[in-house]
């Protein structure tokens, strides 16, 4: 039977095969990266910098507004300029997306042509099935866009060459790879090395090495302090191994246990593990041809950036195709062994399949498809864009940057949060011509990586540079406008004459009490008044949650609010002071249906911990009822 399969089973069906499943990995990938588009799920800037590079660079600009320098000032990408023409058919973010998933799908065929160098096309087409849902692969596909993820494809190319020994295509893929990013002249430098062990002509050790170490000190040393202005330095990523690649070098040979012990943390075992346990391992039974991509894997481990160790962001992109050129080579290995053993594809494909299912990616898809059409908030996020003039500055959180890159000046709120440009390291100063900001008060990104007790002083400060109007509000997100009045108030501290329309006692963490609210319904929201008193100062950072009760008693929805968003939180409020919040409560699928009371609890918001208060309810809550 298995012999009459095999008859049938030729190469022409097994690039039959390879055609579908590379057309299926597009449709599903670039399905997903529209899906995290249009759902705002986009929670970084390196899409939006990319994006607005690229427009720039169609209108004869290559300073990024975003990184606050010309661009090649931050990375080498000079792949960028050959990008450029090709955005003009497509000028929109999902291009770019487009293209990096098609160029990461495109690595089968030149990986399908070095594998048949060594093995049959059956095997051949499994070793590619195993590239398709790679996790590290689709990781990378979804981790915003980088053009790193174009040397993917090149590499596989120049290392399918390299084995055929075609000199001058090696040349072009090699010069192709080069443009991608800075630190992949390292993979040359080292590639030289790989041929010299291989035996090859000198033209082989000696150009790939030569150009590579050329190319990587003129980028370090020439381009990237050219354009940056000396304001940042990559190797202060380094850390404790010095902040030049000089003292890099010097300490890794003085002091070799620092060293070791940077390898050797678990996170990066596990970043190890990760890498390599989707095929098996067995790139370690053929470790040589992983030899050219040794400076990048000392890169990644020896970095202080935890990013650069986990398989979930963009960082993997240099070291799959040696991965899988290591395969090809460990698995001839085993073959060699052991030529009658007919089932080592199907069982490497199984294993990989289980890996796929218990760290890939692909349980996203279906949060993804869910938020995107369910989520009320997604068609408020598109209104709230919609009314920022196409022209105008404007400053953002994480996932409306990608939405607004089409315009010469676009920045991003976290620097203005931290107080820090982060690539810089110095004191980060808005430029006075903003004209609108889209800030939401619970952007994940910045309040996990840049929380701060301290950080809403630069909220302050930024909002007494404009003035700023809020102008729409939605749950914890605010559109401001320079120079206008509030029509939406977010807060303010009053006198003790004014009287609440709902008295209330209820005393938080023996700090304040929340002695008064009131509700008033909107076109299509729910406008929540609440009225603290401060009885002494409070160290903590205290969030609000807010449970909807139906006419039933039972809970229907629970959101999570920053008190007097993030602006002036409770570690601000000084004693005596009288504050009244407004929460501005979209009308949910959920949220609507007759709601008889709001119960409030609330959180530590650097803990998550429940903050004690005096009221009887397990959770610390006060139920505030709904006057209709």
């Known amino acids: 039977m298995f012999k009459k399969l095999n008859h049938y089973f030729t190469e022409d069906v097994a690039l039959k095969f390879l055609a579908l499943f590379t057309i299926v990995y597009v449709l599903v990938y670039f399905s997903f990266c529209c899906l995290k588009y249009y759902g705002f799920s986009y929670f970084d800037f390196d899409l939006a910098i990319h994006d607005q590079i690229i427009w720039n660079i169609l209108h004869g600009r290559i300073f990024n507004s975003i990184l606050g320098t010309d661009f090649l000032g931050n990375h080498a990408h000079f792949i960028s300029f050959l990008v450029a023409p090709f955005y003009l058919i497509v000028p929109h973010p999902l291009f770019l997306l487009f293209l990096q998933t098609v160029f990461l799908a495109a690595g089968v065929y030149p990986l399908y042509a070095l594998a048949r160098l060594y093995h049959d096309h059956r095997l051949s087409l499994v070793i590619c099935l195993i590239y398709l849902i790679y996790p590290g692969l689709g990781f990378t596909n979804l981790f915003e866009f980088h053009p790193t993820c174009f040397a993917t494809f090149f590499l596989l190319c120049t290392a399918y060459y390299f084995y055929i020994e075609n000199f001058l295509l090696f040349n072009v893929f090699m010069v192709l790879s080069l443009l991608c990013q800075e630190n992949i002249p390292l993979i040359f430098i080292m590639w030289g090395v790989y041929a010299l062990c291989l035996k090859r002509r000198w033209e082989w050790v000696l150009w790939p090495l030569g150009l590579g170490l050329v190319y990587f000190l003129f980028c370090v040393y020439v381009v990237l302090p050219f354009y940056n202005k000396n304001t940042f330095n990559f190797f202060n990523i380094y850390g404790p191994l010095g902040g030049s690649l000089t003292q890099i070098i010097h300490n890794l040979f003085l002091h070799p246990a620092k060293f070791l012990s940077l390898l050797f943390k678990p996170q990066k075992i596990t970043f190890l593990k990760d890498l390599f346990v989707s095929v098996s391992f067995i790139p370690l039974l053929s470790p040589l041809p992983l030899l050219p991509v040794f400076l990048i894997f000392l890169q990644h481990l020896l970095s202080f950036r935890t990013g650069e160790v986990n398989i979930h962001y963009h960082y993997t992109a240099e070291l799959i195709p040696f991965i899988f050129v290591a395969f090809i080579f460990g698995i001839k290995k085993i073959t060699d062994f052991l030529p009658k053993f007919t089932f080592l594809g199907p069982a490497l494909l ?188 409070e160290k903590k950072d205290v969030s609000i949650f807010i449970d909807f009760m139906d006419q039933n008693g039972k809970m229907v929805e629970r959101q999570i609010r920053a008190i007097c968003f993030r602006i002036w939180p409770t570690q601000a409020w000084q004693k005596g002071q009288l504050i009244e919040e407004h929460q501005y409560i979209s009308i949910t699928p959920e949220i609507n249906v007759p709601l008889n009371s709001f119960k409030v609890g609330f959180v530590d918001q650097k803990t998550n911990n429940l903050i004690p208060t005096d009221s009887k309810d397990v959770l610390g809550r006060i139920e505030l009822r709904i006057i209709h």
């Open 350 to 537: 199984l294993i990989a399949c289980i890996v796929f299912y218990l760290i890939g990616p692909y349980t996203g898809f279906v949060k993804e498809w869910k938020r995107t059409f369910s989520d009320h908030s997604v068609a408020q996020k598109e209104n709230l864009v919609e009314r920022i003039p196409k022209d105008a500055p404007v400053i953002a959180t994480f996932e409306y940057l990608s939405h607004l890159s089409h315009r010469q000046y676009l920045y991003s709120f976290h620097y203005v949060y931290s107080g820090f440009n982060t690539l810089f390291t110095k004191k980060y100063h808005l430029p006075d011509n903003v004209q609108y900001a889209l800030i939401d008060f619970n952007d994940r990104v910045i309040h996990k990586s840049f929380y701060s007790l301290s950080n809403y002083q630069h909220i302050v400060d930024f909002l007494k540079q404009g003035p700023w109007g809020a102008i729409d509000a939605y749950d914890s997100i605010v559109l401001f406008k320079k120079g206008v009045k509030d029509k939406y108030p977010l807060y303010s501290i009053i006198d003790d004459q004014t009287v609440p329309p709902h008295p209330v006692n209820l005393t938080v963490d023996k700090s304040f009490q929340l002695y008064g609210y009131d509700v008033d319904y909107l076109s299509d929201r729910i406008h929540l008044t609440l009225y603290w008193k401060v009885l002494r100062h």
